[in-house]
């Protein structure tokens, strides 16, 4: 039977349990991350070095869904003290209220050196890293080769072609909204983009582009929506290609936001810093295949010509309107739906 | 007569274990992504699972978790069931339908309430919410085979205990534990199941680096599509076949097999 003395404490440990917590968290940053080997190489290279430099512990979470946990958290008390996400997400979260439009410049020396798109009217916070989302293909199955969006349309292509369910990924709403523009007046044309998606069909759609690689990979597919990052690091296993199709190659940007109410501004600033630094956008560039927005970056001779670093490459990236998307995609997933479930 | 009913059984074994010989067989397939058929075989993939310390991490606290649960789980689920069953309890059928609730509700939303009120409550995300969480949906499981039980059998046996002098805890001892064993072994079963393969609940409540097995393999399955997934999941296959044979072997299932 328990005694009143360890009634008592086990009531004290209880009551004291969220303070203790508290003082676990005093110089924790929490951030949101990828998995796979984003993962890896985050826990093994990038934030060791963060934490020795600046004294703290950073936890990563990368366990999805990042939004509705932020949506779900005190607003003074935020769960996440920078958030990494898509574009996409980062609107929707910014237009509840939850990140902050731009995070402090003044804390960040490293953002004088980056491309303007990296911080345009399109972006909330900042993007640190950028994959390309154009039309990859089989090298040994499809001649001649895709050269515009367009041609994702082909006839030749029908049951052989992939793209995503377009209410879930971010890939497949990006190519909806350029549906819009190459078959009617632009991004925003909807009537376009959804007579577009009728003709697509027959055509399988992934949640995941990890769903997309492996069909790719194995041959099930020819020719699918795929960002370039993906397409790459595959390219020494099979004849995969990555076309930028003529009307440009949609950003998939990888963007840092402060959340409001943080209590870790600082550190939070520090690591967008540190993100935006030569040696981390080098890193995951020749690592990941991801294309940095520094301006001074020279990169092996392996990635020149693939991943986008000078102006002229820079140029050809065209960043979505996410938030108009974000104010229209419940009538777009109904739609969407229904023309792809008959 | 004899035929069909054979085919029939035969089709609905097959519909049953397709999906995991599909697993088995892209687990030992050496391309490095999910392709059928195979082009040979190798273990590379369970190589990868069992030497990545992620994988590893991950499996380790997805089995002391569904132990854990299974103490937890498998104490409140019988407490409850016998105070419901023998306990004279007002609003019997309300009680019952309470404890049982959680299984009634998508376990996301179990997931995302918890995970609410641990950050309203400042306690953040600990394993020991985790633990909590996994725990609310195992009782259920454990409650409703235990008072299969208990329905079938005589409370007139533990009352004569009770006559013959027994305390309450001798009584419980001695009668009433090996009267209800099947029930509580069954229900411990689906609660440790319940908590290895624990998904939507653990999507909101794991914490940073502490991620279990089947967060780690929906991570993992977002970035690379490799055989990695298929050797976890075989993993997980055998150990649930390894669980069944140990119950077999120690307990008997005949036991529990007439729940």
Same mark, same amino acid.
């Given at each position: 039977?328990?005694?009143?003395?360890?009634?008592? @404490? !086990?009531?004290? $440990?209880?009551?004291?349990? *969220? +303070?203790?917590?508290?003082? =676990? %968290?005093?110089?924790?940053?929490?951030?949101?991350?990828?998995?796979?080997?984003?993962?890896?190489?985050?826990?093994?290279?990038?934030?060791?070095?963060?934490?020795?430099?600046?004294?703290?512990?950073?936890?990563?979470?990368?366990?999805?869904?990042?939004?509705?946990?932020?949506?779900?958290?005190?607003?003074?008390?935020?769960?996440?003290?920078?958030?990494?996400?898509?574009?996409?997400?980062?609107?929707?979260?910014?237009?509840?209220?939850?990140?902050?439009?731009?995070?402090?410049?003044?804390?960040?020396?490293?953002?004088?050196?980056?491309?303007?798109?990296?911080?345009?009217?399109?972006?909330?916070?900042?993007?640190?890293?950028?994959?390309?989302?154009?039309?990859?293909?089989?090298?040994?199955?499809?001649?001649?080769?895709?050269?515009?969006?367009?041609?994702?349309?082909?006839?030749?292509? @029908? !049951?052989?072609? $992939?793209?995503?369910?377009? *209410? +879930?990924?971010?890939?497949? =709403? %990006?190519?909806?909204?350029?549906?819009?523009?190459?078959?009617?007046?632009?991004?925003?044309?909807?009537?376009?983009?959804?007579?577009?998606?009728?003709?697509?069909?027959?055509?399988?759609?992934?949640?995941?582009?990890?769903?997309?690689?492996?069909?790719?990979?194995?041959?099930?597919?020819?020719?699918?929506?795929?960002?370039?990052?993906?397409?790459?690091?595959?390219?020494?296993?099979?004849?995969?290609?990555?076309?930028?199709?003529?009307?440009?190659?949609?950003?998939?940007?990888?963007?840092?936001?402060?959340?409001?109410?943080?209590?870790?501004?600082?550190?939070?600033?520090?690591?967008?810093?540190?993100?935006?630094?030569?040696?981390?956008?080098?890193?995951?560039?020749?690592?990941?295949?991801?294309?940095?927005?520094?301006?001074?970056?020279?990169?092996?001779?392996?990635?020149?010509?693939?991943?986008?670093?000078?102006?002229?490459?820079?140029?050809?990236?065209?960043?979505?309107?996410?938030?108009?998307?974000?104010?229209?995609?419940?009538?777009?997933?109904?739609?969407?739906?229904?023309?792809?479930?008959? | 007569?004899?035929?069909?009913?054979?085919?029939?059984?035969?089709?609905?074994?097959?519909?049953?274990?397709?999906?995991?010989?599909?697993?088995?067989?892209?687990?030992?397939?050496?391309?490095?992504?999910?392709?059928?058929?195979?082009?040979?075989?190798?273990?590379?993939?369970?190589?990868?699972?069992?030497?990545?310390?992620?994988?590893?991490?991950?499996?380790?606290?997805?089995?002391?978790?569904?132990?854990?649960?299974?103490?937890?789980?498998?104490?409140?689920?019988?407490?409850?069931?016998?105070?419901?069953?023998?306990?004279?309890?007002?609003?019997?059928?309300?009680?019952?339908?309470?404890?049982?609730?959680?299984?009634?509700?998508?376990?996301?939303?179990?997931?995302f309430a918890l995970f609410q009120l641990a950050m309203v409550l400042g306690l953040g995300r600990t394993v020991w919410i985790l633990l909590a969480g996994h725990c609310v949906i195992a009782v259920p499981y454990v409650l409703r085979t235990v008072l299969a039980v208990l329905a079938h059998s005589d409370p007139a046996l533990e009352e004569a205990a009770r006559g013959l002098g027994a305390t309450p805890a001798v009584a419980f001892r001695e009668v009433t534990l090996p009267l209800i064993r099947p029930g509580v072994i069954a229900g411990a079963l689906f609660a440790f199941i319940v908590s290895f393969d624990q998904f939507p609940v653990s999507l909101f409540l794991v914490s940073p680096g502490n991620e279990t097995l089947p967060i780690a393999m929906f991570n993992y399955l977002r970035f690379d599509s490799d055989g990695t997934i298929a050797?976890?999941?075989?993993?997980?296959?055998?150990?649930?076949?390894?669980?069944?044979?140990?119950?077999?072997?120690?307990?008997?299932?005949?036991?529990?097999?007439?729940?």
């Amino acid at each position: 039977m328990p005694t009143r003395r360890t009634l008592l @404490a !086990g009531t004290a $440990g209880t009551l004291a349990f *969220p +303070a203790i917590v508290g003082a =676990q %968290a005093a110089n924790t940053l929490r951030i949101t991350g990828w998995g796979g080997r984003w993962g890896e190489l985050s826990r093994q290279e990038l934030v060791p070095a963060f934490e020795r430099e600046f004294r703290c512990r950073v936890e990563v979470d990368t366990a999805f869904p990042f939004v509705p946990k932020l949506l779900a958290s005190p607003r003074g008390r935020p769960v996440y003290d920078v958030l990494h996400t898509n574009s996409n997400e980062q609107w929707s979260v910014f237009d509840r209220g939850l990140v902050q439009r731009r995070p402090n410049l003044s804390l960040i020396p490293n953002a004088q050196a980056i491309y303007p798109y990296a911080m345009s009217d399109q972006v909330v916070g900042i993007v640190m890293f950028t994959s390309a989302i154009g039309i990859a293909y089989r090298r040994d199955r499809v001649n001649p080769p895709p050269v515009s969006w367009g041609d994702l349309w082909d006839a030749r292509f @029908a !049951g052989q072609r $992939g793209s995503y369910l377009i *209410p +879930a990924n971010s890939l497949g =709403q %990006a190519m909806f909204m350029m549906a819009g523009r190459v078959f009617g007046s632009g991004y925003r044309d909807l009537d376009a983009a959804f007579a577009a998606m009728e003709r697509l069909r027959p055509i399988r759609l992934f949640d995941f582009t990890g769903g997309m690689e492996n069909a790719l990979l194995a041959g099930e597919l020819s020719i699918g929506v795929l960002h370039d990052t993906a397409t790459y690091r595959h390219q020494e296993r099979v004849p995969l290609e990555f076309c930028a199709p003529r009307e440009g190659v949609i950003a998939l940007e990888q963007a840092l936001s402060v959340t409001e109410g943080t209590q870790m501004g600082e550190l939070a600033h520090a690591w967008i810093n540190y993100m935006l630094s030569e040696r981390v956008q080098r890193l995951m560039a020749e690592e990941l295949w991801f294309s940095p927005v520094r301006r001074d970056m020279v990169l092996a001779e392996r990635f020149r010509g693939k991943l986008l670093t000078t102006p002229e490459q820079v140029a050809t990236l065209i960043q979505m309107p996410w938030q108009w998307y974000n104010s229209v995609k419940d009538r777009v997933d109904e739609r969407v739906n229904r023309i792809f479930r008959g | 007569m004899r035929a069909a009913f054979l085919a029939v059984n035969g089709a609905v074994i097959a519909f049953l274990l397709t999906p995991v010989a599909i697993v088995l067989f892209f687990a030992v397939n050496p391309e490095p992504f999910i392709a059928f058929p195979p082009t040979g075989v190798s273990f590379r993939w369970f190589e990868k699972f069992l030497t990545s310390r992620d994988f590893m991490a991950a499996f380790g606290l997805s089995l002391v978790l569904g132990a854990a649960t299974v103490a937890i789980a498998g104490t409140l689920g019988t407490a409850a069931a016998l105070a419901i069953a023998r306990g004279g309890l007002p609003g019997r059928r309300t009680l019952t339908a309470i404890f049982l609730s959680p299984i009634v509700l998508p376990a996301i939303l179990t997931g995302f309430a918890l995970f609410q009120l641990a950050m309203v409550l400042g306690l953040g995300r600990t394993v020991w919410i985790l633990l909590a969480g996994h725990c609310v949906i195992a009782v259920p499981y454990v409650l409703r085979t235990v008072l299969a039980v208990l329905a079938h059998s005589d409370p007139a046996l533990e009352e004569a205990a009770r006559g013959l002098g027994a305390t309450p805890a001798v009584a419980f001892r001695e009668v009433t534990l090996p009267l209800i064993r099947p029930g509580v072994i069954a229900g411990a079963l689906f609660a440790f199941i319940v908590s290895f393969d624990q998904f939507p609940v653990s999507l909101f409540l794991v914490s940073p680096g502490n991620e279990t097995l089947p967060i780690a393999m929906f991570n993992y399955l977002r970035f690379d599509s490799d055989g990695t997934i298929a050797a976890a999941s075989t993993v997980s296959i055998l150990l649930a076949v390894l669980l069944v044979l140990g119950i077999e072997r120690t307990i008997g299932l005949q036991e529990y097999a007439r729940l």
